[in-house]
């Protein structure tokens, strides 16, 4: 243990053998009647009940009300109940949401990107596909090869 750790430090546990961490040493909630114990419960109920929600309304929207919206908006809707589905769930379960703001910052700009890098390339490679389909030098071109093959 280093000299600067003081004596209620947990952080000579995480230098050297990560086996201490999943060994028992951290277990703080042997009691499974303990306020620790329940309050963790309660927060993994809430996750629950969360995600639960989000889901049925992504089942709901597509079962009974997708065919009723115009089909942009309910693929914006779609896509916002997944990205806030999935901003949870990291937030939640892969600890993000207890970083310091900078690490979020620093995980999710180049993530948000590298989404917008994709749409970018996509709707650029369908420009080129339409300008090349309904280019009238190129539309002859298959006119005539269509003509040709049924003589």
Do not use: C
Request: proline share 2%.
């Amino acid at each position: 243990m280093s000299a600067h750790h003081g004596s209620d430090s947990i952080q000579h546990l995480y230098e050297g053998d990560q086996s201490k961490l999943y060994s028992g040493v951290m277990a703080h909630h042997s009691d499974i009647n303990s306020s620790e114990s329940k309050q963790q419960v309660k927060k993994i109920w809430k996750v629950f009940w969360i995600l639960l929600v989000i889901t049925l309304v992504e089942v709901m929207l597509g079962m009974y009300f997708s065919h009723a919206m115009p089909k942009a908006l309910i693929n914006f809707v779609f896509l916002a109940l997944t990205v806030l589905k999935a901003g949870y769930i990291v937030s939640i379960f892969m600890h993000l949401g207890d970083e310091f703001r900078g690490f979020i910052v620093t995980v999710l700009v180049p993530l948000f990107l590298f989404v917008w890098f994709i749409i970018a390339f996509l709707a650029d490679g369908f420009f080129w596909l339409r300008m090349n389909n309904s280019s009238p030098s190129r539309g002859d071109t298959v006119k005539e090869q269509v003509q040709h093959a049924k003589k």
